[in-house]
């Protein structure tokens, strides 16, 4: 008999996020050699509400496969790594960077964890690592 958990929606992603007044988008993606998900200039409004943006907004991210939100931050620490000196650049330059894993499941209750060779591999970039988390209320 199959599990009810293994049915579950999951879907989830990790990103690297920059932030600050005068971003170079196009610095960002070349430095970094990744095309960004999701940009926003502060002119630009967000698409949720229509608030005007208070700051430059670049963002890369690797979606979650599976139902395993880890897997995807260690992809994108794996495919950022070549890059962290730079990215450790912007962030004591000023700019507000960070990592963001973001997780949303039908589950009610939601269990993950970061193995150490994970944290060793986050702490090299030396920035913020931020949860987005969403249970859709254990329909199952």
């Known amino acids: 008999m199959e599990h009810a958990v293994e ?3 999951h879907a989830g992603d990790a ?4 932030r600050g007044d005068t971003l170079d988008f196009d610095e960002i993606a070349r430095r970094l050699n990744v095309e ?9 409004k967000v698409a949720v509400g229509g608030r005007k943006v208070s700051k430059d907004f670049w963002m890369y991210r690797v979606k979650m496969r599976g139902d395993d939100p880890m ?5 994108l620490l794996r ?3 070549p890059h962290h000196a ?3 650049h912007l962030s004591d330059s000023g700019y507000d960077v960070c990592f963001r894993v ?13 193995p150490a060779e994970l944290q060793t591999q986050l702490a ?3 920035l913020r690592l931020e949860f987005s988390i969403l249970s859709y209320g254990g329909t199952v």
């Open 79 to 81: 495919e950022l790594e």
């Open 102 to 114: 973001s997780y949303r499941s039908e589950l009610g209750q939601i269990y993950f964890e970061m």
């Open 124 to 126: 090299r970039f030396r």
């Open 36 to 44: 960004p998900a999701r940009i926003l200039g502060k002119v630009g």
């Open 15 to 18: 990103s690297l996020i920059i």
């Open 71 to 75: 897997g995807s931050l260690a992809q």
């Open 7 to 9: 049915h579950a929606f």
């Open 86 to 88: 730079y990215i450790r």
